[in-house]
């Protein structure tokens, strides 16, 4: 009894085709979405990080 | 991937076992950060297995935005940390029952009145044996007998100059 789903050995699978396609595809307006949250991150980041002192690298 | 799928999905959820585990044992706020991103990695396995038994890209593509947000997760706690550790010199978790109402219990839980250490024990000396050094009497002489030699030695060294 195979209480797990078999995957299809039809259908190509680990294919960086396939999954571009995915991530540009179907889930284009979630990626943009991530890339504004990095953004929002990045800039929350830094403006929250302790300042260092004049002339310090 | 073309084994058994169940041990990859053991496998992720025993990360996210070790990863809660750590983030509730650990007070340490890097450790703690670090096992979170642990739980995120055992649910990343767990989705491009699942990605793979149903012979879909859905699961990679969702461990990719599982990746972005554990960026901006680790980037954000990195800066509060480092933050938090310039103005209390401490990156106990324990700091920041500080931030509460002046009115609010302290959400520790009283671990009992604290245990006293036990008293030093007294460990026997060793009595004085042999004639104390008397620095101001004969052996101050040798000493200054000893050293004149250098002090002739810098003498030359000057005369020589």
Same mark, same amino acid.
């Given at each position: 009894v195979h209480f797990l789903s078999r995957p299809d050995a039809d259908q190509p699978q680990g294919t960086m085709h396939g999954l571009g396609r995915a991530l540009f595809g179907d889930y284009l307006f979630a990626v943009e979405l991530a890339g504004t949250l990095l953004l929002i991150a990045s800039v929350g980041a830094i403006a929250m990080a302790p300042r260092r002192e004049q002339g310090t690298l | 991937m073309t084994g058994d799928v169940a041990l990859y999905l053991a496998i992720g959820a025993g990360l996210y076992a070790l990863g809660a585990i750590g983030f509730l044992a650990r007070r340490n706020t890097i450790l703690m950060i670090l096992s979170a991103e642990l739980m995120l990695h055992g649910v990343s396995l767990t989705l491009v297995t699942f990605g793979h038994m149903h012979a879909t890209h859905e699961g990679q593509a969702f461990t990719i935005f599982v990746l972005t947000v554990a960026a901006c997760d680790a980037g954000l706690a990195l800066s509060l940390f480092l933050a938090l550790y310039q103005k209390t010199r401490s990156l106990d978790? #324990?700091?920041? =029952? !500080?931030?509460? !109402?002046?009115d609010v219990p302290s959400p520790?839980? !009283? =671990? $009992?009145p604290p245990v006293s250490a036990e008293p030093l024990r007294e460990f026997p000396r060793l009595s004085p044996a042999g004639r104390p050094p #008397?620095?101001? $009497? #004969?052996l101050q002489e040798t000493f200054d007998s000893q050293h004149s030699g250098d002090r002739e030695l810098t003498l030359t060294g000057h005369r020589d100059e």
């Open positions: - | 978790i #324990d700091v920041w =029952t !500080e931030l509460r !109402e002046p520790r839980r !009283e =671990t $009992g #008397d620095l101001n $009497g #004969d």
